[in-house]
Nanobody, 120 residues
Framework: QVRLVESGGGLVQAGGSLRLSCAASGGIFVVNAMGWYRQAPGKQRELVARITGGRSTIYADSVKGRFIISRDNAKSTVYLQMNSLKPEDTAVYYC??????????????WGQGTQVTVSS
């Protein structure tokens, strides 16, 4: 059974940094793109950053220059380094991966979410 397990969330003051990690496990055969999304209270889930298997990246305009996404293909893990955090970054952050287990097609999987709270 595929699992995406996130870690690294928490409470931080504005201007601080956090690093999120998400490890995929469970009979994985291939991992394509991986990414991070977030959802603040009363708002829709939005893309934060995404990285392909070839390490091409895209970022939301609101986080460009502050967040860095990276991955370790050997560990099926994606990271999100978040710097210069702002109160508006407060949200539940969800890991997403486009992957396949042996004998199946690629499909999206989601983690359970990790809370990031930035105090002013």
């Amino acid at each position: 059974q595929v699992r995406l397990v996130e870690s690294g969330g928490g409470l931080v003051q504005a201007g601080g940094s956090l690093r999120l990690s998400c490890a995929a496990s469970g009979g994985i055969f291939v991992v394509n793109a991986m990414g991070w999304y977030r959802q603040a209270p009363g708002k829709q889930r939005e893309l934060v950053a995404r990285i392909t298997g070839g390490r091409s990246t895209i970022y939301a305009d609101s986080v460009k220059g502050r967040f860095i996404i990276s991955r370790d293909n050997a560990k099926s893990t994606v990271y999100l380094q978040m710097n210069s955090l702002k109160p508006e970054d407060t949200a539940v952050y969800y890991c997403n991966a486009d992957l396949a287990v042996l004998g199946t097609s690629l499909r999206d999987y989601w983690g359970q979410g990790t809370q990031v709270t930035v105090s002013s």
